[in-house]
């Protein structure tokens, strides 16, 4: 197994060039699926969690994302990203004690939101959310931990829109200390030209919207590290949900589709 020191130090060199995909599983056997697929690095996803435990987004606690990740680490030898949301505080001190918290779990990075914490619909203002991304990096470097900071802004998932204020937040978080810039809803080719640009030489995250662009895109565009949020998840649900539904309309006919027992043993007995 690797050491925390390894995944993390691998992490980062992954961010240092080139493009790499970053999936997000959600339990324990998608996430040592994705090893055995051989992916460098998973992240995890905050929707993925919640739908697993049946709760909707942004009804899990810290206590659960924290528990969450320990349970990850211990099963997978890849780097892990964690998906912190807004670092379950507002203020930057309380932030920086939650940061202290997700770092003692393993991860080699985690991303922190600049969405409001009592209210979803809303964000925190940019002078705020730079603060709190400051406080985060403080963090970091004091407990002497080489992890990646995100710093990632909703702002284009409330308004599709705001391509110009989406990229001006990412430059001041970047000022702030974060490694990694992230702003989820971007997708057009020339807005994510462009984000790359301002955030140069930081890396660039970019969420998959546009399902018909490939990694070589991605890449040539100068994105650094691909992400696919709980669209994995969402995959997984609507077969269920599809074969479930043709159950109670009284076919079975669904479940021929589903992957082979003895292939799916196969994989997982590897990690026995």
Request: glycine share 8%.
């Given at each position: 197994?690797?050491?925390?020191?390894?995944?993390?130090?691998?992490?980062?060199?992954l961010?240092?060039?080139?493009?790499?995909?970053?999936?997000?599983?959600?339990?324990?056997?998608?996430?040592?699926?994705?090893?055995?697929?051989?992916?460098?690095?998973?992240?995890?996803?905050?929707?993925?969690l919640?739908?697993?435990?049946?709760?909707?987004?942004?009804?899990?606690?810290?206590?659960?994302?924290?528990?969450?990740?320990?349970?990850?680490?211990?099963?997978?030898?890849?780097?892990?990203?964690?998906?912190?949301?807004?670092?379950?505080?507002?203020?930057?001190?309380?932030l920086?004690?939650?940061?202290?918290?997700?770092?003692?779990?393993?991860?080699?990075?985690?991303?922190?939101?600049?969405?409001?914490?009592?209210?979803?619909d809303?964000?925190?203002?940019?002078?705020?959310?730079?603060?709190?991304?400051k406080a985060?990096?403080?963090?970091?470097?004091?407990?002497?931990?080489?992890?990646?900071?995100?710093?990632?802004?909703?702002?284009?998932?409330?308004?599709?829109?705001?391509?110009?204020?989406?990229?001006?937040?990412?430059?001041?978080?970047?000022?702030?200390?974060?490694?990694?810039?992230?702003?989820?809803?971007?997708?057009?080719?020339?807005?994510?030209?462009?984000?790359?640009?301002?955030?140069?030489?930081?890396?660039?995250?970019?969420?998959?919207?546009?399902?018909?662009?490939?990694?070589?895109?991605f890449?040539?565009?100068?994105?650094?590290?691909?992400?696919?949020?709980?669209?994995?998840?969402?995959?997984?649900?609507?077969?269920?949900?599809?074969?479930?539904?043709?159950?109670?309309?009284g076919?079975?006919?669904?479940?021929?589709?589903?992957?082979?027992?003895?292939?799916?043993?196969?994989?997982?007995?590897?990690?026995?």
């Amino acid at each position: 197994m690797n050491t925390t020191a390894e995944k993390r130090a691998k992490f980062r060199e992954l961010h240092n060039s080139g493009c790499f995909v970053l999936p997000n599983p959600w339990d324990i056997g998608s996430a040592r699926m994705m090893q055995h697929l051989g992916f460098e690095a998973i992240a995890t996803t905050s929707s993925g969690l919640a739908w697993t435990v049946g709760r909707p987004d942004y009804a899990i606690t810290m206590d659960d994302v924290l528990e969450h990740l320990m349970a990850l680490e211990e099963n997978t030898e890849l780097p892990i990203n964690a998906d912190f949301e807004s670092g379950f505080a507002r203020d930057p001190e309380t932030l920086a004690a939650n940061v202290d918290l997700v770092i003692d779990t393993g991860v080699a990075g985690f991303s922190i939101e600049d969405r409001d914490l009592d209210s979803t619909d809303q964000l925190y203002e940019q002078p705020l959310a730079a603060e709190r991304i400051k406080a985060a990096r403080e963090a970091i470097d004091h407990s002497g931990s080489d992890v990646i900071l995100v710093a990632r802004t909703e702002r284009l998932l409330i308004d599709p829109t705001a391509v110009r204020e989406a990229t001006d937040t990412l430059v001041a978080l970047a000022a702030a200390g974060a490694d990694c810039l992230y702003a989820p809803g971007v997708r057009e080719r020339k807005d994510i030209s462009a984000m790359v640009r301002a955030v140069y030489p930081k890396p660039l995250n970019v969420l998959v919207m546009d399902t018909t662009m490939t990694v070589n895109e991605f890449a040539d565009l100068g994105v650094r590290r691909i992400s696919v949020g709980g669209s994995l998840a969402r995959v997984g649900w609507s077969a269920m949900l599809e074969a479930a539904k043709q159950i109670k309309s009284g076919s079975f006919a669904g479940l021929a589709k589903g992957a082979s027992a003895g292939d799916l043993n196969k994989v997982f007995g590897t990690f026995a």
